[in-house]
């Protein structure tokens, strides 16, 4: 369980550390791979949420799962990429979050996930929640905790931690 005081902190702005649906590079399942491979190149990132036209979250695709196409093409062409879509090799959604201010499961969920989508109840992709942006909450948190509270170290009684 998370302290109050703690959670109380980090939960400040949840807004803060969602980075919206709006300028989160994405793919549809429609898509070739050598579109997603260009996206995936373009953004830096190693996964992306893969999304329908009505926004619900369909899988994940990960620029491993293009290599891994790619190098089951005889010649090992980009090219070659434009014949076979996301849908053929995406991930499913194993992790995801339906409330930003759900602070446990998501630092529990961060701990294997470099992100995690964010969703409606409907699966409608919201956005995600990236361990960087959590970390920096963190920070923000290592810096700010004694100016929002006094902060003492508590003497445990020796008995007590025997038990």
Do not use: C
Request: glycine residues 4%.
């Amino acid at each position: 369980m998370i302290d109050a005081a703690v959670e109380q902190l980090l939960l400040e702005d949840p807004k803060s550390y969602v980075i919206p649906a709006d300028i989160v590079a994405t793919v549809t399942a429609t898509n070739t791979l050598e579109h997603a491979l260009m996206v995936l190149s373009k953004v830096g990132y190693t996964r992306i949420p893969v999304l329908a036209p009505d926004d619900h979250l369909q899988g994940l695709l990960s620029l491993s799962a293009v290599t891994d196409s790619l190098l089951k093409v005889p010649g090992a062409a980009v090219d070659q990429l434009s014949g076979v879509q996301v849908a053929d090799v995406m991930q499913p959604v194993k992790r995801w979050v339906d409330d930003p201010t759900k602070l446990e499961k998501i630092l529990n969920l961060l701990v294997d996930e470099p992100f995690l989508p964010l969703v409606t109840e409907d699966m409608i992709f919201q956005g995600i929640i990236t361990r960087r942006e959590i970390l920096k909450r963190v920070n923000y948190l290592a810096h700010n905790l004694d100016r929002e509270y006094q902060v003492t170290r508590r003497e445990l009684d020796p008995a007590a931690e025997n038990r």
